[in-house]
């Protein structure tokens, strides 16, 4: 007990005291058919979590199981590095998707930060913050996703719109594999406790439209090269506020926008600079509950979280946990929300409003 404890004190000043390089994270969730989104809407407004056909899920593990050798990334490459790409402060080419989702029932407003699940099944979401702020380019880490690829483990991806941007090509090959489920994760990591709401309007919406651009690269590209070129998702419909800031305001806009606003009930990481150790993997596992939410980053920031998500893999696996998306997740149970979005407890994130602003962790 005292060991947790200590361990989440130090996870948490890590997160408050270099999130500028954390500052980024993934996005939203796939459905197999653009016509499907309709239909969801109003399965929703009946009081249905968000939808994600069984058969759809199955399809798109089976998809990525028997074409996994062509879908497989490229390893990380030097453009793969923090900073390695210059960076680019303006908006994206357009400034707003052309699919706009319906708004989402107001019962369906907070954060969820897991999920009861039904009968209790040892299930859980991996999932991994691509995150970029405005003044400074983030990384990849490629060996994260090829190995969730090579071991045909699902993973929700929250990535920043700038980040797709920085990383496009990237983000294309990530979009053609269906074992990944994409989400937003704002364009340059603003706080949404503080911002206006012209401001989160654009930081939703930026990312929303050059996830759309680059679908339709990606698409192109499928053509050409002869992969997957029917199952992406037309826009995000999963949201994650930076750091976890958000507010009434922004989880009203988050819902209007037609996206379900998702947190996490663990955080991974503690923010240690070398390796991970198995005895930091085990800490992780003993927090995992059947439904919850984990976060990792996968921009490179910070150090050992490959290592790290090794370790609570194979530690959840021995436990007889199995990993789905967030999506998936969803459609198993009841969500547990809160209106505070937080990492450990509530208000712990709160210091970061007078400390950077409404630009995040920013320098
Ligand atoms: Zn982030």
Redesign the pocket.
């Known amino acids: 007990m005292n060991t947790n404890k200590h361990m989440q004190a130090v996870t948490l000043s890590w997160l408050l005291g270099t999130a500028a390089f954390?500052?980024?994270?993934l996005a939203p969730f796939p459905s197999l058919a653009e016509e499907t989104v309709p239909s969801q809407a109003a399965e929703q407004a009946q009081g249905a979590e968000v939808p994600l056909p069984a058969e759809g899920y199955a399809a798109r593990l089976e998809y990525h199981k028997a074409n996994k050798a062509d879908l497989r990334l490229a390893p990380i490459q030097a453009n793969d590095r923090r900073k390695a790409v210059p960076n680019d402060p303006r908006p994206p080419a357009v400034l707003e998707p052309s699919v706009m989702l319906p708004a989402l029932p107001a019962g369906m407003e907070g954060t969820v930060r897991r999920v009861e699940v039904a009968n209790g099944e040892k299930v859980c979401a991996l999932t991994f913050?691509l995150?970029e702020l405005a003044t400074v380019t983030t990384g990849f880490d490629a060996d994260i996703v090829t190995w969730l690829q090579d071991k045909d483990i699902p993973a929700t991806l929250?990535m920043?719109g700038k980040w797709m941007r920085t990383h496009a090509k990237r983000v294309r090959a990530i979009m053609r594999d269906p074992l990944f489920e994409i989400a937003n994760?704002a364009w340059a990591?603003g706080n949404f406790g503080i911002m206006t709401p012209e401001r989160m309007r654009e930081e939703i919406l930026y990312a929303q439209a050059q996830y759309e651009l680059l679908r339709k690269e990606a698409i192109e590209e499928a053509g050409r090269i002869g992969v997957y070129d029917a199952g992406i998702p037309p826009v995000p419909r999963f949201f994650?506020f930076?750091?976890g800031r958000c507010c009434d305001a922004s989880l009203k806009m988050v819902n209007d926008l037609g996206m379900r606003a998702i947190q996490w009930d663990v955080v991974a990481e503690n923010g240690g600079r070398g390796n991970a150790s198995l005895a930091q993997g085990r800490e992780v596992a003993d927090r995992v509950k059947p439904g919850s939410i984990l976060l990792f980053?996968a921009n490179l920031v910070p150090n050992g979280t490959f290592q790290l998500l090794r370790y609570v893999v194979r530690e959840l696996e021995q436990r007889g946990y199995r990993f789905v998306f967030v999506g998936e997740l969803l459609q198993m149970g009841k969500p547990v929300v809160s209106r505070d979005g937080y990492f450990l407890r509530p208000g712990d994130n709160r210091a970061l409003d007078a400390r950077y602003g409404i630009d995040g962790t920013g320098r």
């Open positions: 954390a500052g980024m994270s913050d995150c929250f920043g994760h990591h994650r930076p750091y980053h």
